[in-house]
């Protein structure tokens, strides 16, 4: 896959930064607050195969979707404090939450599915490339494998 993730300590001061191979910084955007471009608590960081950037905004309840410089395309809402994203090799953006559930989106942002695979909520997703998709969870800590069914 040519997507990359990030670990969730982006957290820190809402802002997303964008770097180059080097460590050369490129941009960064975004500001504390509720509105598009916004953040209260980005939690997770996705580059698609679309190359666009989604950004987990846990405490605004959102996917928030930018291009690879910051212009704000869209929000994906109706997560309860969105924690992770995966993209699966189908081109579908798999999202945890606290409620717990996991929620798949389409490329466009149309919700597709909705389940509640762990106990406690997925603090992290990733998958490989046989299909497996892997759950972080907290109390207890494990980690969930899941099948993807096509």
């Known amino acids: 896959m040519t997507a ?5 300590t982006v957290t820190a001061n809402a802002r997303i930064h964008r770097f180059a ?9 975004g500001e504390v607050g509720h509105g598009p471009g916004q953040f209260m608590t980005p939690h997770a960081v996705w580059v698609d195969r679309e190359n666009r950037v989604l950004v987990v905004d846990r ?17 994906w ?13 189908a081109g579908h953006l798999l999202v945890t939450d606290q409620v ?8 466009d942002g149309t919700r597709i599915g909705r389940c509640r695979p762990s106990l406690n909520g997925a603090h992290g997703i990733f998958g490989d490339s046989a299909g497996n998709v892997y759950l972080a969870e907290i109390q207890p800590n494990c980690i969930t494998k899941m099948r993807l069914l096509d």
Do not use: H, K
Request: with cysteine.
């Open 21 to 29: 191979a080097d460590g050369t910084l490129l941009g960064s955007w």
């Open 77 to 89: 809402r109706g997560l309860c404090r969105p924690m992770d994203i995966f993209e699966t090799p």
């Open 4 to 8: 990359t993730s990030t670990s969730p």
């Open 100 to 107: 717990p559930s996991l929620t798949a989106f389409a490329a």
């Open 59 to 75: 405490e605004n309840d959102r996917v928030q979707v930018f291009t690879r410089d910051g212009t704000w395309l869209a929000d």
